[in-house]
């Protein structure tokens, strides 16, 4: 009987597993015995390594997510995690008094590359670059006036941006006034961005108005306080201006939101293209005045990594971002105009007007 019965149930099994195509799943508890096990992945206590690349970021006194600066140096950092396996990682900085032990972090553990963002950051940087040789430094925005061995200056043609957002602005304005809202003329890219924009609007249209506003901070608020940005483009856009130009991390973010909040007025973003970083600027956003900050960190980690880091200063490309939704809203002869610009600034028959 118990014969029988063990024969009955050894049928129905055999049946289950025939219905179902003889498939069965097996979920592994252990490797096989003898079988290689995979290698363990590096992690920030392998940064001494010299295989191990590690990257280090170090913020001005913005933050990481400022949409701007210091969010686009952090791409390129992020690019080299993805594209040379680099450990990265990054600090903000909260106090400028920081500067120097935010950068000792990463350098007591043993990281290859570190990046500062920021002018503010420069004077930390070289005596960080001098007492430790060994490790290489990006400064962003920071102009090397001698060059250090182990120091790449990822410096901007911020003017020649500026200008061909000025072109633009002149050319799109119905009023004849336009603005800028700027962080502090304390940075001299921004002083740039400022020289340029007047000076673009000016080479296409000679008696346009232009209401340029520094934010009256120092470094450690100027960057960061898109109230004040908000206030001073609607303050510009009472006066009559119609195109506003944001420079100044959320600062400028804020002027930029403010406008558009208002109909039949345009903005210009800044540092990258912020029609991917501030969407809600997307209905007066016409085009970013670019540093391709995120191609040329990336670029100088690379050299790092290759053994053919540059020393000095390393200047990065700027342009205008693409127009987006306003394709169609920027007339053919302005596109025209602006082309004619970039190829007189890039083979120097047109300048700037500005004198660092």
């Known amino acids: 009987m118990k014969r029988s019965v063990s024969l009955i149930i050894l049928l129905l099994v055999s049946a289950l597993i025939a219905a179902c195509g003889g498939q069965q799943t097996v979920t ?51 690019r080299a995690e993805a594209e040379l396996g680099a450990i990265i990682g990054y600090v903000e900085t909260r106090d400028a008094k920081d500067y120097a032990t935010n950068i000792g972090l990463f350098i007591e553990k043993g990281y290859d590359v570190i990046v500062t963002v920021g002018f503010a950051l420069g004077e930390a940087t070289i005596e960080a670059a001098n007492a430790h040789p060994e490790v290489k430094f990006i400064g962003v925005d920071q102009f090397q006036a001698a060059e250090v061995p182990n120091v790449a200056g990822l410096i901007f043609a911020e003017d020649k941006a500026g200008f061909l957002a000025g072109v633009l602005a002149a050319e799109m304005s119905k009023s004849n006034k336009i603005a800028a809202v700027l962080g502090t003329n304390l940075v001299p890219p921004v002083v740039a ?33 898109p109230k004040w940005g908000a206030d001073q483009a609607k303050l510009a856009i009472d006066q009559g201006a119609d195109v506003i130009f944001g420079a100044g991390g959320k600062t400028g973010n804020g002027a930029l939101i403010e406008t558009a909040a208002n109909s039949g ?35 100088l980690i690379k050299k790092a990594q290759e053994g053919n880091f540059p020393s000095g200063n390393y200047v990065g490309e700027v342009g205008l971002a693409p127009f987006h939704d306003f394709e169609s809203v920027i007339p053919a ?24």
């Open 28 to 78: 592994p508890t252990t490797a096989p015995a003898g079988a290689t096990p995979a290698p363990a992945q590096p992690t920030e206590a392998d940064c001494p390594k010299p295989e191990v690349l590690c990257v280090g970021l170090v913020t001005d006194v913005g933050e990481i997510d400022d949409k701007s600066f210091n969010q686009s140096a952090w791409e390129g950092v992020k």
């Open 193 to 225: 961005f400022k020289e340029g924009y007047e000076n673009g609007a000016k080479y296409v249209k000679p008696d346009i108005q232009v209401i340029s506003t520094y934010h009256p901070g120092g470094l450690d608020t100027a960057f960061t306080d």
């Open 265 to 299: 007025v345009y903005c210009i973003g800044v540092d990258t293209d912020q029609w991917e970083t501030v969407p809600e600027a997307r209905p007066c956003l016409i085009s970013s005045a670019m540093k391709l900050i995120t191609p040329g960190v990336f670029d």
């Open 333 to 356: 002869e302005v596109k025209a105009k602006i082309a004619e610009v970039d190829k007189g600034l890039r083979d120097g028959s047109i300048s700037t007007g500005y004198n660092p």
